[in-house]
């Protein structure tokens, strides 16, 4: 399983660092994604990184002020959120998925339903505001 911590309220400009703990699984095998979805909505795909050789995707609303990175030592993968802005407000979501290799462009952008993922977590709130 894999579950989202780190969410918060926070002012324009400022930085957050998410957390996706995984368990029960090893995570070489796995490429992880950052997905968020807004009240009213769609879900939209953020961050991914391989299991293998840290290759990186990063939508370009985020690219530059946010950064995934992985400890598979620790069994964990996290997103650094910098300048974070009101547009960012959402809930994210964390998802682990076996087979992509360093394809992880194609993981963040394959429309896959939650239940098609490996895992999936349940969230955590981020927002943004004054």
């Known amino acids: 399983q894999v579950a989202e911590s780190g969410g918060a309220l926070v002012q324009p400009g400022g930085s957050l660092r998410l957390s996706c703990a995984a368990s029960?699984?090893?995570?070489?095998?796995?490429?992880f994604g950052w997905f968020r979805q807004a009240p009213g909505k769609e879900r939209e795909a953020v961050s991914c990184?391989?299991?293998?050789?840290?290759?990186?995707y990063y939508a370009d609303s985020v690219k530059g002020r946010f950064i995934i990175f992985r400890d598979n030592a620790k069994n964990m993968v996290y997103l650094q959120m910098n300048n974070l802005r009101p547009e960012d407000t959402a809930r994210y979501y964390c998802?682990?998925?076996?087979?992509?290799?360093?394809?992880?462009?194609?993981?963040?952008?394959?429309?896959?339903?939650?239940?098609?993922?490996?895992?999936y977590g349940q969230g955590t709130q981020v927002t943004v505001s004054s």
């Open positions: 998802a682990a998925d076996a087979g992509w290799g360093s394809r992880v462009q194609a993981m963040c952008l394959t429309p896959y339903e939650t239940d098609e993922y490996d895992y």
């Open positions: 029960g699984f090893t995570l070489e095998r796995f490429a």
């Open positions: 990184i391989s299991g293998s050789d840290a290759t990186t």
